[in-house]
């Protein structure tokens, strides 16, 4: 089992910055294990914002490329994501995901675990 645990949401203006961790924990985690971080909107479907694969190779959605950062720190076993420039379009619930593999996906469908999502407002 992967316990995944979110914080650092929160409220911020436009153009400014957030940083979100996820700490890992569990027997079934590994560092090898790819990361993604994803957002939900009200009313909309989970979207893919950055991952990271087991080597640590990023990837990032086009709407959020240059601005947000994915990053790992293999000895915290803490995932994170450096959010700068933010913008309204950016307010949503953010969940960290783990897959039980090496290489990342895009699709939410492909990771088997789960944090419990922290909100991240940003106003105009």
């Known amino acids: 089992q992967v316990h995944l645990v979110e914080s650092g949401g929160g409220s911020a203006q436009a153009g400014g910055s957030l940083r979100l961790s996820c700490a890992a924990s569990?027997?079934?985690?590994?560092?090898?294990?790819?990361m993604g971080w994803f957002r939900q909107a009200p009313g909309k479907e989970r979207e893919g914002v950055a991952f990271?694969?087991?080597?640590?190779?990023?990837g990032y959605a086009d709407s959020v490329k240059g601005r947000f950062t994915i990053s790992k720190d293999n000895a915290k076993n803490t995932l994170y994501l450096e959010m700068n420039s933010l913008n309204p379009e950016d307010t949503a619930m953010y969940y960290c995901?783990?897959?039980?593999?090496?290489?990342?996906?895009?699709?939410?469908?492909?990771?088997?675990?789960w944090g419990q999502g922290t909100q991240v407002t940003v106003s105009s």
């Open positions: 995901a783990a897959r039980v593999g090496y290489d990342y996906s895009r699709l939410p469908s492909a990771y088997h675990f």
């Open positions: 569990g027997n079934g985690y590994s560092s090898r294990h790819s």
């Open positions: 990271i694969d087991g080597g640590g190779i990023t």
